[in-house]
């Protein structure tokens, strides 16, 4: 059974930085190309970043460039994303989402709050 487990998030104040985690399980091989995207009702969710598999392609939406890190750790079969210098608007639930072999699977989600 194929399971994102998410940890992280939490609230933290403006300029503050906050590390979310994906844990992955249950693919025949456990190291996947994995996106991490947020929403913030009413706005659509959105793509921030993603990493392939040997981590060798990365790329982030231009409202974290420079200011997020997503990275992987293959042999815990983990993904990161590393937040900094968060801001109100980075306020969102995030999510992890691999797409493999025509399947779609998403973490539950972790609420991250950038308030004072």
């Known amino acids: 059974q194929v399971q994102l487990v998410q940890s992280g998030g939490g609230l933290v104040q403006p300029g503050g930085s906050l590390r979310l985690s994906c844990a992955i399980s249950g693919f025949t091989n456990n190291n996947v190309a994995v996106n991490w995207y947020r929403q913030a009702p009413p706005k659509e969710r959105e793509m921030v970043a993603a990493?392939?598999?040997?981590?060798?392609?990365?790329n982030y939406s231009d409202s974290v460039k420079g200011r997020f890190t997503i990275s992987r750790d293959n042999a815990k079969n983990t993904v990161y994303l590393q937040m900094n210098s968060l801001k109100p608007e980075d306020t969102a639930v995030y999510y992890c989402?691999?797409?493999?072999?025509?399947?779609?699977?998403w973490g539950k989600g972790t609420l991250v709050t950038v308030s004072s």
């Open positions: 989402y691999v797409h493999y072999d025509d399947m779609a699977y």
């Open positions: 990493i392939s598999s040997t981590a060798s392609i990365i």
